[in-house]
């Protein structure tokens, strides 16, 4: 399971220039896109559209470990680049599930089209399910308003993924899922992306003042609050690959830990600070929670890549894992900084950032004040839906 | 992964017979002997023995999974039998791998023969590599004197595995292992097992007292502090089947609880206890820490079940498997009787038991305190055997 | 602060002498009698009483130093005398405090009447401002139905405090505050007293069947939900004595284990197990808790007695404190457990009984859910009361 | 305890301006020049020192509640002002008990002078016991080599405290304690704080080269590894100082999560968010971390000042106040983010700069490494300086 029998397909020169630019990027607070270009060039975008699409036909598992693989020496280039992968990912998912109604997304991703995702909206603790943003059925196609945040890949998408609420009926308001086109009129992108970490991805707002989108890039209307293959599968590619760039992260702030204490000696230890035991400790608890983290992540990739039916548990299993590798992540980092001895706060030091950046990871859907309603009522049986919410 | 592609080899009804015998063997602090009548008679004994020996050949995975299930209702019932269950799994592996000298356990195991191990010590914080034993060659076998702790299985067990220190040659102890007969002279069980929890196992003490043990039952002799394959496959197959067992009986107090809360309720909430949100919570962080241990505890016994190859990394990865496996268990069951409001506390209700049993997980070795040493020197590097320990 | 001005009550002898008897009330599941009449006679169960009323008029933060003596050895006694301690510590601060409505508590308390307290139910998560009993207003008194639990002191107790509520006014629904004396009519005790811990207590089941209590027995009358003074006072004495035993037990549980690993040896240490760094670590964390948890108790307890003002932060202090206090016990007794390396199993093993007993703490109200609740909101500035209770 | 007797001594103006200019300092990694003068002209550089000696004579529990309260503001204004304020409590207390060796502090810190510490070193996990700086006895002085890190302060210092070893008997190294004048020859500050967090502090570096300190600034010449009065006060003062700029910096973070959830609504909510019951939870553990620690740090700060004696308890009552409040700032703050559901990763909010300040208390000495091993033994009663160290 740790051995794949696919071939990784990211290079490690690759990683290694987007690992060598990414502490530019966070310094100067600028997208990354010496990385985005090369990540590009190399087919990076469509490895998980299907072959005949022009891409690579990767599967879940197969993405998430490359997307650790990169996230392992750039993070942000990961997380930004996931949001576009991640879209494809569910529209081949869903193809191969008989469901073809995204299949446009991977003919135009083959040819070069880079998706990215608008859902992100203050006011609103479930997202995807509820908006603030108001659709409007026109002739052809919605007309949108709204502000939405949390936009990553600001600079370079041509469709963006949103959400709405039409309530045209109040008793039965609907949600409307979009893809808008780089070259739509009446939205704006404001640069607010001033942030803790994960700063080269550029997460910008995306003001929306009667923008309209054509019926052909519609991808669903459902009724609120509810959830069908289109929404389950975004929480399908996005949470696993969320996970998994959060324990490439980790690994990295334990890999750097472990050779600064190897170099690192004391007066008071005959050898490195290696052979201190609340330093071993520290490492026993960093790997104790990598392993478990690990092995639950990579399951759930696995499982959802072979089409394994967990029924109503699904996004039960999927927000655990992105939850169980985020907080893994965490502690990992905040271990790795103790053992530094103070030398990891350093700006000079890959430790600093990583400490800025994992903490982004709280924050992606479904965060942790939503992972927990999501784990608890189902474990209860309880249906996200069911009215009141508690009590 | 979840799914087996293997039949369930104990029926359901076996299960919950035993399950129905274990709160009488805990209260009266007896061994689990119908239990292990039944199971005797099914073949659970040799699930794990080779089919040409007697047996089902069953792997690692499977076995650790009909451990979990049985352990769902019955786990001091399941800890005891997997002493015997693993020493047929060390040699079924071992001859898998080319090692052929422990044939004869299988052999033993297909004509009845029950083994047991006899290996806790007070006085030695490294169990199987050094021992408060002592050994002395003699013509035809090895002399051994000592006094053992933890011994399940005591009124059952026909082969019991130990092992002793032999310091004829004091610059370079070694450690002999031994099949012990049980018509075997100078060695005296002494019935000490009354204990908080897993009380079935009857985990008595054994004095040896100059028991001699023929070459035929000596299964190794090593150099003090090393390992082998036999004793890496010791550890190989006691560390995930331990782990499944406390998996089994967590999801056992995980489910009681759940069905308790959906039958309580209460004044001040419009509909059950499972409506309440903190409660919602406590289940939250149940699944959360089983969902990672399942994962990681599965994974664990499948890479050894199909030979994947660890290397040095092995070691940590058992017992790591199994550390987690046990906290997760030990939080899971706490967090059951925190939502039972007080009810689990009582003697008639399963939980009461199950808290106390969980506790002893710590304690199969490796124990909390050893695990974090494997674990933290593997991930520097570090030989657990290099001198000075630390510093 | 640690250093206390007044003169311990309590002998070192008589506490000897409840912890010599503590397991054998615990092995048979009896009422701890012969404590009782030794701390009867010695005057303890008066040592809240003010003097003029034949006590010796300890404050709160007294007899929280008192019980937590007497809880280091015999944590069950300690905890099944505070119900009666606790109720005429509310009687005396109450009469400090201007309101004399209590004071025949004083007074029958120093001719030796013995109180308890049956609020305990269960369908009520909201213990005393709810209740699933029901009160009835007859000429002279009160009529009570209901099924009380966790009813300490069973064998002894004449006068038992307890709550139920009058719905006669289905608008305006009451809840009245009794105590009812041991010769009252048309109740039972029902000796349903079987339980993991705290065995001792004797916290048998009352059913009140029609049972008449006089108008001076009736302590308040108040609406269903809210709080007075005499609700706020049980819980000003009831959390920091119940914090108090919790932290006695732990102190002991973590002197046995520091005993307990200076005596063991091990071979691959030159010294004792204390010298193993791994079981220092533990008894750090074991320290780092309860000094952290010592200070919350002892500055509420203290805050308490001298009158301080937190207003309508007082709730939220007194089970915050309590809260941690048992938090902290419970991960003391578990870590010490850990470095006993099984021994702490053995029933002839003061540990066995620890880590039973320390896990009631979470069920004296407020418990762990309930906790939650008070802190949370208090802190935001959200009345309990509000409605709907979340969302 | 709460209420103090003594009235607050900064005002609540000054504290706001220091506020006000966090942001910029941090951003612009710069010292805190305008709050150092506003602070040196308050008078509140010399709080600590005796009224005879032109201050004001606080005691160290009133100097933590200051320091909390400009920390609430500005953390690392407080934290590099502490260095100064806590040798003038050193030398405050130490003639308080007799010793008046330092009384030269109290006079020169009177008049102006501004003491820093230039204990931190690469290479030493023992920080004031050992030393990778080199000291020789020269006529009328000692000369110093070596290099010193976390130098706060390093703009406006004129009394460095450091120490070295001097081996000339190899047999009996000795630390020498000195204060090193800012005119002294041969060293230089080496410009190198470009870090996470505190970076107002600017700790830099400094180069001793061959620098000769005076024999009157000479503090004390003491046994390698051992510790006295003067060692003891540093952690005395050191230690619930640090602790109270932690838990001042944690409470603002919880009071800006919590005015920011009363503001935020939710399209799932009938209120704002702070009716999320999970947000709730989240503000519960926040309260329950500070309440805990809070007594802690604010009970080892009253029992120093009021020189109870705790014996050879003392370190560990330092250090594990210290520890518990830097890891309940950390959780603090933590929680406070995850409440803000994103909007704390943003630059403009303050939220975002706490969450990098606070992490900077774990590497203080003592360290997390270092304080377990100091808690540990301690409870064991084991010297920290018994060898071999560990085994």
Redesign the interface.
Known sequence: ???SSVQAFLSDDIIARCGERASKYDRENTFFTEDFEELRKSGYLTIAVPEQFGGRGMTLADVCREQRRLAYRAPATALATNMHLYWTGVAADMRKMGDSSLEWILREAGTGEVFAAGH?E?????PLF???AKAQKVDGGYKFWGHK??GSLAPVWTRLGLHAMDASDPKAPKIVHAFMPRDTKSYTIKE?W????MRATRSDDTILDGAVVADKYIARVLPAGTADLFVLSVFGWAEPTFASIYLGLAERA?DLA?AG??K????????S????????????????AL???S??V???A??WSIG?DHGMQWP??LV??K??AVEAA?KVV?LA???S????????NEL?RL??DV??G??HPA???L???I????????DLGEQ????
């Open positions: 399971m740790n051995a992100g203050a006011g609103n603790d479930l509820l908006s603030t945040i949390f607010t001033d942030v803790l970490g334990r472990a204490v190897k690192r000696t004391s007066l008071a230890l005959t050898r600070m290696a052979y201190h035991p609340e330093i071993q400790r520290c490492f026993s608890e960093m790997q104790l392993e478990a983290a092995a639950q990579e399951r759930v696995h499982e394994f039960m299993k655990a894992a939850h169980n965490k905040d900084m103790s053992v001895g103070g030398t990891g706060m350093f700006k000079t600093e400490y800025r903490r982004c709280g924050f965060n942790t004040i992972a927990h309603e784990v608890g009522k189902t474990v209860l049986g309880i009141p919410r508690w009590g």
